[in-house]
């Protein structure tokens, strides 16, 4: 096997023939034997160095070699198994339940939100009426917040475990193929509801149990080493091990903790603003003015170091809309979304500082909820300022030269934007910090992107959790508390849907072999 790099213009069929001759000289074989020899796809990804191109990565075969296919090992019937309690339904509680029904062990799967469907009418009362459910948005209900944010399956990084399990998962339950090879796949909003949904129905045919509008009240461990978890209308389900799957905005789990006496630990997490830029700017800025419509909508991301404090954008959405992410009254948190076609004619990104305990000095009294309590702090403030839904937002230009802007630019944010001064409501920490970076991408990185058309939006602030529950390195369970498993974003270990999944697919492992 060999591999080889094969270009094609973008809008044109990738030419077999040229992946033949290619595979003849890589091989070393004779060009008599061009038709038989086989290649797979690995890897796509667009050059817009020069040229606008999609470069393949492609695997060769001589006639005689294995070509060996990837295989997801089978569901078995869990319906008499051993049950496991996994909380929370998103990439890292399903993915643990995909799981342990292929190791035979039940899933009951307990969720704080409504199903996938029910969850959207709740999102919708939110953007039209703001009105919150606490347990039902764009955080918590079925499928996790990743649901309704594009569904990027960005990570390519093989640390964690073998991502091919994820992605093939993935398309099993109804996701485009091309998630295998692109370099920056996606699923998109309108399309990850139903894999999330066909998720669940393979769980249940298979003898593990969904309960939704069952938000966790407590976790009690027993003498034998078992649990017992309470939900919020009083049932109580047990088993002998645990996987605690919540999101990164679960902040009554980190609460519940510390009043336990269960250690967890302030986490650095990164805060901002979100970003929004006609999409047709982004387009001309990526594809140096050379776009055409038959080109994938044209994204962006960056890293820079300010003031010793890493800015970067988080969560990049072309051709997305801005949505209200709140998760209670009194609260102002904005995320970004795209549907699988990206057609919008807005594309937002968050942009975000990060941000350590000894940055705050002054939330210290908090203890391990330090900066949980500075996140709240601050998304409090967005909200008071205009007393509703509606964001805080100064034109990109106006933020940095600290002057009010005189009027501002249509958005997709459906609750919509008030003029407010920005610079001065963010902390200075994070504003001061972005008055720097935005001057730099532009005129270093990307040129146009430093505009005044260009509208920031208060405030982005989940973008990780800002606690972390500690677990040993080796069995994946909690530092104190044997048989419980943190997990995924919510736990700190993992940054994203696949880096999630993963991360449940390795707890669920864990568990069965301290079962077995």
């Known amino acids: 096997m060999k591999e080889i790099e094969v270009t094609c213009k973008l809008g044109k069929e990738l030419p077999t023939d040229e992946i033949l001759t290619a595979a003849v000289k890589a091989l070393g074989v004779s060009p008599k034997m061009k038709q038989q020899i086989r290649y797979r796809i690995m890897r796509r990804s667009i050059d817009a160095r020069n040229d606008i191109l999609y470069r393949y990565r492609i695997e060769v075969y001589k006639p005689d070699e294995v070509m060996a296919e990837y295989v997801l090992e089978e569901y078995k019937d869990v319906s008499a198994a051993e049950p496991v309690v996994i909380i929370g339904a998103g990439p890292a509680g399903m993915f643990a339940a995909l799981r ?11 969720e704080r939100g409504k199903d996938v469907h029910a969850r959207k009418f709740d999102m919708a009362k939110l953007s039209r009426e703001g009105v919150v459910n606490p347990d039902s948005n764009y955080c918590f209900g079925e499928g996790g917040a990743g649901t309704f944010s594009d569904g990027k399956l960005y990570t390519r990084s093989s640390k964690r475990g073998d991502i091919r399990e994820v992605l093939h998962q993935l398309v099993r339950f109804g996701a485009d193929e091309s998630i295998l090879i692109d370099a920056h796949p996606h699923i998109g909003s309108d399309k990850l509801p139903i894999v999330v949904e066909n998720i669940r129905k393979c769980i249940i045919e298979h ?26 209308d009083g049932s109580i389900y047990s088993s002998r091990k645990v996987i605690l799957a919540t999101g990164h905005s679960a902040r009554d789990i980190y609460e519940m903790f510390d009043r336990k006496g269960w250690e967890i630990q302030a986490k650095g997490f990164a805060l901002g603003v979100r970003v929004e830029h006609p999409q047709s700017l982004i387009n001309k800025i990526q594809y140096h003015g050379k776009y055409q419509p038959y080109m994938p909508t044209a994204e962006y991301s960056f890293v820079t170091q300010i003031e010793g404090r890493g800015v970067f954008s988080f969560c990049m959405c072309p051709g997305g809309i801005l949505v209200p ?10 995320n970004g979304m795209s549907n699988s076609q990206r057609n919008s004619k807005w594309a937002n990104s968050g942009v975000v500082v990060q941000i350590e ?19 709240k702090d601050v998304e409090r403030k967005m909200f008071e300022y205009t007393g509703s839904l509606k964001a805080p937002a100064q034109r990109m230009m106006d933020f940095c030269r600290r002057i009010p802007s005189t009027g501002l630019p249509q958005t997709s944010y459906h609750p919509g934007a008030a003029n407010a001064p920005l610079h001065e409501l963010l902390p200075e920490h994070v504003s001061l910090r972005l008055k720097y970076a935005f001057p730099e991408i532009g005129n270093k990185k990307m040129h146009g992107y430093y505009t005044n058309d260009a509208l920031l939006l208060g405030v982005e602030s989940r973008t990780s959790s800002p ?17 419980l498993y943190p997990c995924g974003e919510g736990a700190g270990y993992a940054g994203g849907i696949v880096s999630s999944a993963l991360d449940g697919i390795n707890c669920a492992a864990k568990v069965h072999q301290s079962l077995a």
Do not use: C, W
């Not at 992410?325 to 904005?334: D, H, K, N, R, S």
């Not at 305990?357 to 996140?375: I, V």
């Open 100 to 110: 342990l029904l292929m190791h035979g062990l039940k899933p009951v799967i307990l």
């Open 207 to 232: 003898g593990g149990e969904y309960h939704f509008d069952s938000r966790v009240t407590d976790i009690v461990r027993k003498g034998d080493g078992s649990f017992d978890v309470t939900v919020a």
């Open 467 to 483: 606690v972390r529950i500690p677990r040993d390195n080796e069995t994946l369970e909690h530092v104190q508390v044997a048989g």
């Open 357 to 375: 305990p000894e940055d705050f000095p002054e939330y210290a009294q908090h203890g391990p909820l330090a900066l949980l309590q500075f996140q």
């Open 325 to 334: 992410a709140a998760t209670g009254e009194g609260e102002l948190v904005l």
